[in-house]
């Protein structure tokens, strides 16, 4: 192949290139004002997390760690859960790392006893680097006591999580989406025309960036399904 092809070869790949990348920028943005995200966001996390039993062992998935938003939201609703299911051990998986002065997995431990759980309940699965070896090890550790096991993680892993733990060999698991609660549009909404900074409408500042960041959250986590299928984890 002469230079003059390679030239237009290469020409007409960048074209198809720019068309493809500028055709999914326009759909994913036109999908930003509409509720298409939020139910691929929702559907992720509740679809195979209903609790139907009373599950014998809580696993926090540690997520991004402490401190982080994610990771208060992941200890508050583990909280949640282990006031309602008093018996269960906790498991907190989240690997240590020996560098880390904060002791990130500790921290979430201490987290859980500031909200009144008993320390006795708690335990730690550090070595698993990702969803798969975490439930690999805690099968290892704790399969013979736990039958059940409720799953707390964000609404986009949950899906993941349930099918990885379940091929892991434990029988019955469910999970915890952390599912946050933003105040209500109303609240925040201009609905008397004032002349003051308050919100005229939240649709553009709040709704389309929060879609854009759904979409992004499905769309990495799909690629991470798709990883795991292959790979013969779920």
């Known amino acids: 192949m002469d230079s003059a ?11 198809w290139l720019v068309g493809i990348s500028g055709g999914s920028a326009l759909i994913f943005f036109i999908l930003s004002f509409t509720d298409i995200p939020y139910y691929a966001y ?10 139907y039993y009373k599950p014998q ?18 200890t508050y609703y583990t909280t949640l859960a282990a ?17 880390d002065s904060i002791d990130q997995p500790r921290q979430m ?18 070595l698993g680097f990702n969803t798969r070896s975490q439930a690999e090890n805690i099968a290892g550790k704790f ?20 099918e990885t733990f379940k091929r892991s060999g434990f029988k019955t ?21 004032s002349s003051d900074t308050r919100v005229k409408s939240p649709d553009l500042r709040y709704n389309t960036w929060s879609y854009m960041h759904y979409e992004l ?6 690629c991470a399904i798709t990883y795991y299928w292959m790979k013969g984890w779920i």
Not at 42 to 51: A, E, F, I, Q
Not at 57 to 74: E, H, Y
Not at 109 to 126: K, Q, T, W
Not at 217 to 222: D, F, N
Request: charged share 25%.
């Open 173 to 193: 698991v469910s999970g915890m989406a952390t599912f946050e609660k933003p105040p209500d549009e109303e609240k925040i909404e201009d609905t008397e025309n």
């Open 42 to 51: 929702h559907y992720l996390g509740t679809c195979n997390s209903k609790v």
């Open 83 to 99: 006031n309602k299911f008093k018996d269960a051990k906790i498991i907190i998986a989240l690997p240590k790392n020996e560098g």
């Open 217 to 222: 959250l499905v769309m990495k986590e799909y």
């Open 143 to 162: 399969s013979s006591q736990a039958s059940s096991v409720l799953l707390v993680t964000s609404p986009e892993h949950m899906y993941r999580s349930v």
């Open 5 to 15: 092809r390679i030239k237009t070869f290469l020409l007409k790949f960048l074209k």
């Open 109 to 126: 431990a201490n987290e859980l006893v500031l909200h009144g759980i008993d320390s006795s309940r708690i335990f730690f699965e550090p």
């Open 57 to 74: 062992v809580i696993v926090l998935l540690g997520g991004a760690g402490m401190p982080s938003p994610d990771g208060f939201m992941r």
